[in-house]
């Protein structure tokens, strides 16, 4: 393209909707572990409201029910994999409740397991074939429909080969090479180490297979390849964009990022009001909203009552809801919540699964504290919900936080958070003030036990002294909002550089 075409106008046509796909391993509610799920979900919802043509690309795991969600079968696509392997794969149509949609890709050898990474803990050896292999189909369904983006948006390691495959498509001047791509990295401590084999299963060449692109320490790493070869990379959170471009918090890969310059940058996530608003929420026993929070009170006596609690309406009653991993401090939580309960007449009820030696610390925790903790070790989305409404404060100790969307939750849901300033966290939760009573959480500066302690210990002492402040501060937490309107245009900024560098 010619350095003219920029100053004479835009090639992309104005009158024709930008075309965005958006291919992951997780979008919510079909297959979530975590975040991730969440906001390929909203993202692609707002997108549209934009009048962008945003559709998602997803793996049909077997824990996806066709019936449940009304999907539709469409014709198979066929995978020119390298080495001349071919792969047949199903294809399946939906549309998710916000109206975006979806194909599903069916593989049974690849996808028809429980887990969407792993089998309770036990990371698939695949892993790289099988989100490989969602790429490539995802690239044949746009082939097949001749619905070619214009933009192909991916995210984190599962997807970030993307980038690479339309580079080889590019060289060999394949239609599809004309996409543009976007990872946007919502973790950057995942960053999928595989056997370089993977290359030639994909028809990648030895020319990929080298250290200024996927090759390191003799293995590929996916991460670092989407983040190099990719039009443009994101992360999730301003904060966190100046984190990875540093160490520790890069993880080994900030140097690539630096190179990366402006096109790197950090784009708040929004959260999704439609699922997480107390004032509509099915799955709480009362709704409530601001200024009037009878509803809440129940809420808290409700989840009492469910997790096995005293019933208690002073106790200040904290809330967590989490993966269980050492990122979200579950290291903080096992130094302090024992004295936090044996000096403090606090409550505390968990949801979580993850490590085991993080469940088994949970476990123990409310055997050893009857009556004042209450702990399901499992992934339940109606308990989380349940305790957004039912507790006083929410905890997010993390370690290192890329945006976190649990705690913009607990805000809409006057939780307070009290959160690590890291990352997202720092970015969204503003720190209480003991002298004004201004403030929408607890905040703590170091990850250590004192640190985290001091914050816990503040949020009580508040509850108990000043029930003014607290009441100010439900207040003003409910009032914010993180709007996915507002993340989507940056987004809609980041896809139209990237496809006018395209046209
Ligand atoms: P992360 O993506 O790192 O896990 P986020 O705060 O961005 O952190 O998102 C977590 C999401 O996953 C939230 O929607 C939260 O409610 C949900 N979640 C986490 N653990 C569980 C669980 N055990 N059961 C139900 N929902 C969970
Ligand atoms: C990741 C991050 C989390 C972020 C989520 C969605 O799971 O750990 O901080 O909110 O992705 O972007």
């Known amino acids: 393209m010619s350095a003219s075409r920029h100053e004479t106008g835009p090639a992309v046509d104005p009158e024709r909707s930008l075309r965005v796909l958006l291919v992951a391993s997780e979008c919510a509610p079909y297959a979530k572990c975590g975040?991730?799920?969440?906001?390929?979900?909203s993202l692609p919802e707002a997108l549209r409201g934009l009048g962008v043509d945003a559709r998602i690309m997803l793996p049909l795991y077997s824990s996806i029910s066709k019936k449940a969600y009304g999907l539709t079968e469409e014709a198979p696509c066929l995978v020119q994999c390298g080495g001349g392997e071919q792969n047949g794969c199903g294809v399946w149509g939906g549309t998710t409740a916000g109206g975006v949609p979806v194909w599903f890709i069916e593989h049974n050898r690849y996808f028809a397991r429980s887990g969407i990474y792993d089998h309770f803990g036990a990371e698939y050896g695949d892993n790289a074939f099988r989100f490989g292999l969602l790429c490539m189909a995802a690239a044949q369904v746009?082939?097949?429909r001749q619905w070619i983006p214009d933009v192909v948006h991916v995210h984190d390691w599962p997807t970030a080969i993307f980038p690479a495959l339309l580079d080889a498509w590019r060289v060999a001047g394949e239609p599809?090479?004309?996409?543009?791509?976007?990872?946007?990295?919502?973790?950057?401590?995942?960053?999928g180490y595989y056997h370089p084999s993977v290359l030639g299963?994909?028809?990648?060449?030895?020319?990929?297979?080298t250290q200024d692109r996927l090759e390191a320490w003799g293995k590929i790493n996916l991460l670092k390849g989407g983040i190099v070869m990719a039009d443009a990379v994101t992360t999730v959170s301003p904060t966190y964009a100046k984190e990875v471009l540093g160490e520790p918090g890069g993880n080994g890969l900030s140097d690539y990022l630096q190179a990366r310059g402006r096109d790197f940058e950090g784009i708040l996530n929004g959260a999704d009001y439609g699922e997480w608003n107390p004032e509509k929420d099915p799955w709480i026993p009362a709704n409530y909203r601001e200024g009037d929070l009878d509803g809440?009170?129940?809420c808290k006596m409700e989840l009492q009552a469910q997790m096995g609690l005293n019933a208690d309406a002073e106790a200040p009653l904290f809330g967590i809801v989490t993966r269980l991993t050492a990122q979200k401090g579950t290291g903080l939580m096992r130094e302090v919540l024992p004295r936090m309960l044996n000096e403090k007449s606090m409550q505390l009820v968990a949801?979580?699964?993850g490590e085991h030696a993080d469940e088994d610390f949970f476990r123990w925790l409310a055997q050893a504290y009857p009556g004042r903790v209450g702990v399901t070790i499992g992934y339940s989305n109606e308990l989380a919900h349940r305790i957004q409404a039912g507790a006083d404060f929410f905890l997010m100790p993390s370690l290192f936080e890329p945006c976190g969307l649990a705690q913009m939750y607990s805000l809409r849901y006057a939780t307070l958070p009290v959160v690590n300033a890291t990352g997202g966290l720092?970015?969204?939760?503003?720190?209480?003030d003991a002298k004004t009573g201004a403030g929408t959480g607890f905040k703590f500066y170091e990850p250590d036990g004192e640190a985290f302690f001091a914050a816990l210990a503040l949020a009580v002492d508040t509850w108990e002294a000043r029930p003014h402040h607290i009441a100010g501060m439900r207040g003003r937490a409910m009032r914010v909002r993180f709007d996915w309107a507002d993340s989507a245009r940056r987004y809609v900024e980041v896809y139209r550089r990237v496809a006018l560098k395209r046209a």
């Open 35 to 41: 975040g991730l799920g969440d906001v390929v979900a």
């Open 176 to 191: 599809l090479g004309r996409a543009g791509s976007v990872l946007t990295i919502h973790n950057q401590s995942y960053q």
């Open 142 to 144: 746009c082939r097949d």
């Open 351 to 353: 949801l979580g699964s």
């Open 296 to 298: 809440k009170r129940l």
């Open 426 to 432: 720092d970015d969204t939760i503003e720190a209480y």
């Open 201 to 209: 299963y994909l028809g990648l060449g030895p020319e990929y297979f």
